[in-house]
């Protein structure tokens, strides 16, 4: 635990030194970028020794402040949020010291660094606090810290926009999250997590406030709309723990949560499961009508959201009817995608970053060809491509394959099989997480194929450069991971397997932990499958070279149906190739499409235009939110400046609330 | 676990896979009257593009090679893992 606060103290040390450092930018990224490894190391050691021993570490201060005592406590399930968090932290922190000075003004850099530390200080204190006035102090900590690292470009108009939209979130999460502690702390008098208890009958309301409280953070739709807002404006590294780990914090409350509600009704695990797939399925469609990369990246962490909350519902259900091989596969399945999500969408993140540093552009429809000019990026980019899209033999197969058994074990539970709802059930996930990995795939084929195949698109494409060492590397050490997860398989379930037992009520223990020992089989073939597939891929690769040794292999110019010289503008735009599907769900979108078309005998000039803008911010905040503001506005003549007037508000609120007492 | 009936299986699969082709074509035929293609017609085919210069794209890169090899190893592994779960 000590290792741990020592982790603690290097951020905030090394974030107030690089900021202090405004004369040498150069040494103030250095001392930020090293801070921020060595205190995520520190953070990971100590999580791996909770995880490797079994013994939760706890340490518990006095502090002034009222609401019980300044704790912290490492136990399983915090530490299957610290690992993650520490590594993403790290290999961003690495690319950042390359990518940041090279990308913006030598002044911002020192602050950022600064608020990158913060960043990370307070993802980590917030998994790990054992008191509701702490995780709300870091929560916020966490919300603003990130604020400003939105805020990095913060010239630029839409960066402003997007870091208001993301603050407003945030605050509005929050509100619901203060209800939610107040509430579980009201019988103890404190915030202390080991006091607080859940009133009979009120688990309930509890759970929704947590659903839509750390749902914001999440990005559960309806209330993702800052996400696809903020994580393009921010920096690629800062975007990459933002959506690889931030967002996951939120994921980490809700089962804490859990721990202290006991036993939940059934209908908890079917609100989850409804949100899941509705943000899964929204997510990936809203991803596949983007053409700005890190845009299209950002709704496809909504999606990842929704596959890791189906699997809680699906684990909530299997606990509220006492199924523990669908408990422990839901939930097993939830956590281990939580950090496989965040091995592939930060290094999907980071590509999209060098994307931009070597061409100066985000548009997939400018882009192409970059493979050959990339080959580091494009490769790992790849990896990250398929790993998000579910294929073996990478991780994300491995955590969607354990929620699908999860689900079918349910339904195959004998006790359960002639139930109407529990079709349902299997239809609605099995149904959902299917099309969302179909989906996904498409979506991924077309930024893939059209950034990094093919032909450049524009000039900016044609002097693609590959970026420099750090930030190759590290994109290479995540899409290692990624492959090391799925070919490690059998080892997972002794890293979450504490954390699902203490998930479950404490009647179920015993049986929970049989069904953790049985869900090693899936992921012992998972394992073997996988390197067998890789052997049957070099095997035939060295086939093929055998095949063609000693024989002539041409390199001609696509055949173009005899035309002198195709342009590259002839190709397959990344507009056109979502089209179709987009067509089949056209009622979840309002595309704007501004086109003119060619006209005449001997047209000239034509030019075609596409936005799809969030159909919830459109419709559903816009309106609210504009409601406000224009009861705000008529609410004006209360607000004069003058402090007169606001003493006597608080002394004529102060006379209300004395007669309501009295009275 | 690997058997030996499940390595003539998977080998059979591999060998009468292009037979499949001569099957559709035979029945289409007899259907429309005509006699249809030799037994053993995808094999000379397959034989005869073995032996042809495999000519590239500038444009492509190693994903357009590997998509061939990717293909065969994951339907191989498929019939792998069901002929042995």
């Given at each position: 635990m000590w290792l741990f606060v020592a982790g603690l103290i290097v951020f905030f040390g090394g974030g107030v030194v690089s900021l202090l450092m405004r004369m040498s930018p150069r040494l103030a990224s250095m001392v930020g970028c090293v801070a921020a490894v060595t205190g995520s190391l520190l953070a990971l050691g100590s999580a791996a020794h909770v995880l490797f021993t079994g013994q939760a570490a706890h340490v518990t201060m006095a502090w002034q402040i009222p609401f019980g005592s300044l704790a912290l406590g490492i136990d399983s399930l915090s530490a299957i949020f610290v690992v993650p968090i520490a590594v993403i932290v790290a290999v961003a922190a690495i690319y950042g010291g390359q990518y940041l000075p090279s990308s913006y003004?030598?002044?911002?850099i020192g602050p950022s660094w600064f608020f990158f530390n913060l960043l990370a200080a307070t993802m980590l204190l917030v998994v790990v606090a054992r008191n509701g006035l702490l995780f709300l102090l870091c929560w916020e900590g966490m919300s603003l810290a990130s604020f400003f690292l939105v805020l990095t470009?913060?010239?630029r108009e839409r960066t402003q926009r997007a870091a208001w939209i993301y603050l407003a979130a945030m605050h509005l999460g929050t509100a619901c999250l203060l209800v939610l502690f107040l509430l579980l702390g009201r019988s103890s008098g404190d915030l202390d997590f080991e006091r607080f208890t859940c009133e009979p009958g009120s688990a309930g309301i509890l759970f929704l406030l947590a659903v839509v409280g750390f749902g914001t953070k999440a990005g559960f739709i309806p209330v993702h709309v800052w996400l696809p807002e903020a994580h393009p404006a921010a920096p690629s590294h800062v975007s990459a723990v933002m959506s690889g780990v931030m967002i996951k914090t939120g994921i980490y409350g809700l089962l804490r949560i859990l721990t202290f509600l006991g036993d939940v009704p059934s209908w908890s695990g079917w609100t989850l499961v409804v949100v899941g797939v509705l943000s899964g399925i929204l997510g990936v469609l809203f991803a596949l009508a983007q053409h700005d990369l890190k845009k299209l990246l950002a709704y496809h962490s909504v999606e990842n959201i929704g596959i890791i909350v189906i699997g809680l519902g699906v684990g909530l259900l299997g606990l509220a009817h006492r199924i523990p091989p669908m408990a422990v596969l839901g939930f097993a399945g939830a956590m281990l995608h939580v950090l496989n999500h965040a091995l592939f969408k930060s290094l999907l993140f980071l590509g999209a970053g060098a994307v931009q540093h070597g061409t100066g552009t985000r548009d997939i429809d400018r882009l192409g060809g970059l493979l050959k000019k990339m080959p580091v990026t494009g490769t790992t980019f790849l990896v990250g491509a398929c790993a998000i899209s579910g294929l073996p033999p990478l991780n994300g197969f491995v955590s969607e394959l354990l929620i699908y058994l999860g689900v079918l074990t349910g339904v195959a539970d004998s006790s359960r099989v002639a139930e109407v709802g529990w079709a349902l059930l299997c239809v609605l996930v099995v149904g959902g997480l299917a099309l969302i990995g179909g989906l996904a795939a498409a979506c991924f084929t077309k930024a893939f194929g059209c950034a990094f195949l093919g032909e450049p698109r524009s000039e900016d494409a044609e002097r693609g450069h590959e970026v420099g060492a750090a930030m190759r590397a590290s994109m290479v050490v995540l899409a290692g991971a990624c492959f090391l997860v799925a070919l490690t398989g059998p080892i997972w379930p002794y890293v979450y397997g504490s954390a699902v037992v203490a998930v479950a009520p404490a009647s179920f223990h015993g049986e929970v932990q049989a069904a953790i020992e049985q869900s090693r089989f899936p992921l012992m073939v998972v394992c073997v499958s996988s390197w067998a597939f890789l052997a049957m891929v070099g095997l035939l690769a060295m086939v093929r070279r055998a095949l063609l040794s000693g024989r002539q292999v041409d390199r001609v110019p696509t055949w173009d149906c005899g035309y002198a010289a195709p342009t590259p503008r002839m190709q397959y735009t990344a507009s056109s190739f979502a089209s179709p599907i987009l067509l089949l769900f056209r009622m979840f979108f309002r595309p704007r499409i501004g086109q003119h078309l060619p006209t005449g005998l001997f047209p000239k000039q034509a030019s075609f235009e596409s936005e799809t803008p969030d159909v919830f911010r459109e419709y559903l905040f816009e309106p609210v939110f504009s409601a406000v503001a224009w009861t705000a506005l008529r609410l004006r003549w209360l607000q004069h400046g003058r402090l007169q007037l606001y003493v006597l508000y608080i002394a004529l609120t102060i006379l209300v609330l004395f007669i309501w007492k009295l009275g | 676990m690997v058997t030996t009936s499940g390595l003539i299986q998977i080998a059979l699969a591999l060998v009468l896979a292009p037979m499949m082709l001569t099957i559709i074509n035979r029945t289409k035929a007899a259907f429309a009257g005509r006699r249809g293609q030799p037994l053993l017609q995808p094999y000379w085919d397959l034989w005869k593009l073995f032996h042809k210069t495999p000519v590239y794209s500038q444009t492509t890169t190693a994903v357009f090679v590997s998509g061939p090899i990717v293909g065969c190893a994951a339907t191989w592994l498929a019939l792998m893992v069901t002929v042995h779960a």
């Amino acid at each position: 635990m000590w290792l741990f606060v020592a982790g603690l103290i290097v951020f905030f040390g090394g974030g107030v030194v690089s900021l202090l450092m405004r004369m040498s930018p150069r040494l103030a990224s250095m001392v930020g970028c090293v801070a921020a490894v060595t205190g995520s190391l520190l953070a990971l050691g100590s999580a791996a020794h909770v995880l490797f021993t079994g013994q939760a570490a706890h340490v518990t201060m006095a502090w002034q402040i009222p609401f019980g005592s300044l704790a912290l406590g490492i136990d399983s399930l915090s530490a299957i949020f610290v690992v993650p968090i520490a590594v993403i932290v790290a290999v961003a922190a690495i690319y950042g010291g390359q990518y940041l000075p090279s990308s913006y003004r030598s002044s911002v850099i020192g602050p950022s660094w600064f608020f990158f530390n913060l960043l990370a200080a307070t993802m980590l204190l917030v998994v790990v606090a054992r008191n509701g006035l702490l995780f709300l102090l870091c929560w916020e900590g966490m919300s603003l810290a990130s604020f400003f690292l939105v805020l990095t470009d913060h010239e630029r108009e839409r960066t402003q926009r997007a870091a208001w939209i993301y603050l407003a979130a945030m605050h509005l999460g929050t509100a619901c999250l203060l209800v939610l502690f107040l509430l579980l702390g009201r019988s103890s008098g404190d915030l202390d997590f080991e006091r607080f208890t859940c009133e009979p009958g009120s688990a309930g309301i509890l759970f929704l406030l947590a659903v839509v409280g750390f749902g914001t953070k999440a990005g559960f739709i309806p209330v993702h709309v800052w996400l696809p807002e903020a994580h393009p404006a921010a920096p690629s590294h800062v975007s990459a723990v933002m959506s690889g780990v931030m967002i996951k914090t939120g994921i980490y409350g809700l089962l804490r949560i859990l721990t202290f509600l006991g036993d939940v009704p059934s209908w908890s695990g079917w609100t989850l499961v409804v949100v899941g797939v509705l943000s899964g399925i929204l997510g990936v469609l809203f991803a596949l009508a983007q053409h700005d990369l890190k845009k299209l990246l950002a709704y496809h962490s909504v999606e990842n959201i929704g596959i890791i909350v189906i699997g809680l519902g699906v684990g909530l259900l299997g606990l509220a009817h006492r199924i523990p091989p669908m408990a422990v596969l839901g939930f097993a399945g939830a956590m281990l995608h939580v950090l496989n999500h965040a091995l592939f969408k930060s290094l999907l993140f980071l590509g999209a970053g060098a994307v931009q540093h070597g061409t100066g552009t985000r548009d997939i429809d400018r882009l192409g060809g970059l493979l050959k000019k990339m080959p580091v990026t494009g490769t790992t980019f790849l990896v990250g491509a398929c790993a998000i899209s579910g294929l073996p033999p990478l991780n994300g197969f491995v955590s969607e394959l354990l929620i699908y058994l999860g689900v079918l074990t349910g339904v195959a539970d004998s006790s359960r099989v002639a139930e109407v709802g529990w079709a349902l059930l299997c239809v609605l996930v099995v149904g959902g997480l299917a099309l969302i990995g179909g989906l996904a795939a498409a979506c991924f084929t077309k930024a893939f194929g059209c950034a990094f195949l093919g032909e450049p698109r524009s000039e900016d494409a044609e002097r693609g450069h590959e970026v420099g060492a750090a930030m190759r590397a590290s994109m290479v050490v995540l899409a290692g991971a990624c492959f090391l997860v799925a070919l490690t398989g059998p080892i997972w379930p002794y890293v979450y397997g504490s954390a699902v037992v203490a998930v479950a009520p404490a009647s179920f223990h015993g049986e929970v932990q049989a069904a953790i020992e049985q869900s090693r089989f899936p992921l012992m073939v998972v394992c073997v499958s996988s390197w067998a597939f890789l052997a049957m891929v070099g095997l035939l690769a060295m086939v093929r070279r055998a095949l063609l040794s000693g024989r002539q292999v041409d390199r001609v110019p696509t055949w173009d149906c005899g035309y002198a010289a195709p342009t590259p503008r002839m190709q397959y735009t990344a507009s056109s190739f979502a089209s179709p599907i987009l067509l089949l769900f056209r009622m979840f979108f309002r595309p704007r499409i501004g086109q003119h078309l060619p006209t005449g005998l001997f047209p000239k000039q034509a030019s075609f235009e596409s936005e799809t803008p969030d159909v919830f911010r459109e419709y559903l905040f816009e309106p609210v939110f504009s409601a406000v503001a224009w009861t705000a506005l008529r609410l004006r003549w209360l607000q004069h400046g003058r402090l007169q007037l606001y003493v006597l508000y608080i002394a004529l609120t102060i006379l209300v609330l004395f007669i309501w007492k009295l009275g | 676990m690997v058997t030996t009936s499940g390595l003539i299986q998977i080998a059979l699969a591999l060998v009468l896979a292009p037979m499949m082709l001569t099957i559709i074509n035979r029945t289409k035929a007899a259907f429309a009257g005509r006699r249809g293609q030799p037994l053993l017609q995808p094999y000379w085919d397959l034989w005869k593009l073995f032996h042809k210069t495999p000519v590239y794209s500038q444009t492509t890169t190693a994903v357009f090679v590997s998509g061939p090899i990717v293909g065969c190893a994951a339907t191989w592994l498929a019939l792998m893992v069901t002929v042995h779960a």
